[in-house]
């Protein structure tokens, strides 16, 4: 019995497929399947039930399936405190954020990890919210950074950094008293309003907030919806429209006087950025290490 073989069972049995199996190990799927004979014929018993394309665990197959897990746990925390021992914690590590934390709060994030590991190249790949949770449910990354969280019961969501969402306008916008940096929903509900996309966590956010004071998105009169903040806020400093976006993301706009923000009166909009990662799996050593790191650190 090999650890290739049971990395290619357990991942057989989580996705109930051997080609995602073969996609999530980068392995081709006569391969696993090749793992998946040759361990069966080593125990001498048959592990998975297929019926066309359907595929469940037998009961001996059950029983497997958490023994091997636990066995291939303990493997990666073996190597974990060995690579910690050793310093030698190295190679690559892909992480999936929103865009939110991807453009302006990872860069920071990325400078001090490379200080303390500078073996490890962090990849970041950025998607919405939605796709990030659902890569990590599917177990296709190891680790997620989004803005918002979902009710998966098989995810765990850390916060590590906080937010605020408020009104960016064009510099002439004339609806607020100059002096306020404060305005109130109707200050902006009639005005032409630029969204971001449907699965954004910010977009989400703002729909959640406007649900509790009694308002729906249908009630903006919205003229455009954007895939980023780097165009709503582009679309805003053209007078296409006012929005509602991160504190964090509209910061450098505000510094450099391109367009106007304030704070909502009476829909302060507070969120946290988390880490999502999938409950029970065992991370690698980059990624144990990436989570402690990152959960540690002030932000």
Known sequence: MEFHQLEAFVRVAEYRSFSKAAESLFLTQPTISAHIISLEKELDIKLFDRRGKDIELTPAGRIMYERAKNILAAKELALLELKRFLGTVEGDLEIFASSIPAAYILPSVIKEFNRAYPGVVLRIRQADSGE?????????????????????????????????????????????????????????????????????????????????????????????????????????????????????????????????????????????????????????????????????LKL
């Not at 969204?195 to 966590?201: A, D, F, N, T, V």
Request: glycine letters at 6%; proline letters at 2%; one cysteine or more.
């Open 132 to 296: 990030v949770i659902g890569l990590v449910s599917e177990g296709a990354v190891e680790l997620g950074i989004v803005g918002t969280v979902s009710d998966a019961e098989n995810l765990q969501f850390v916060p590590f950094s906080s937010d605020e969402l408020v009104l960016i306008t064009p510099n002439n916008w004339n609806r607020a008293l100059r002096n306020d940096n404060y305005v109130s929903i109707a200050d902006f509900l009639h005005e032409m309003f630029v969204l971001r996309e449907k699965k954004s966590g910010t977009r989400k956010t703002f729909e959640t907030a406007l649900k509790n004071r009694g308002f729906r998105l249908e009630d903006l009169n919205v003229v455009a919806e954007l895939g980023s903040s780097e165009a709503v806020k582009q679309a805003v400093k053209e007078g296409i429209g006012v929005s509602v976006i991160s504190r964090r993301a509209v910061e450098d706009y505000e510094k450099m006087k391109l367009l106007r923000v304030y704070r909502i009166r009476d829909m302060e909009v507070h969120r946290c950025f988390y880490l999502v990662f999938k409950k029970g799996r065992t991370l690698s050593p980059n990624a144990a290490t990436f989570k402690e790191f990152i959960i540690n």
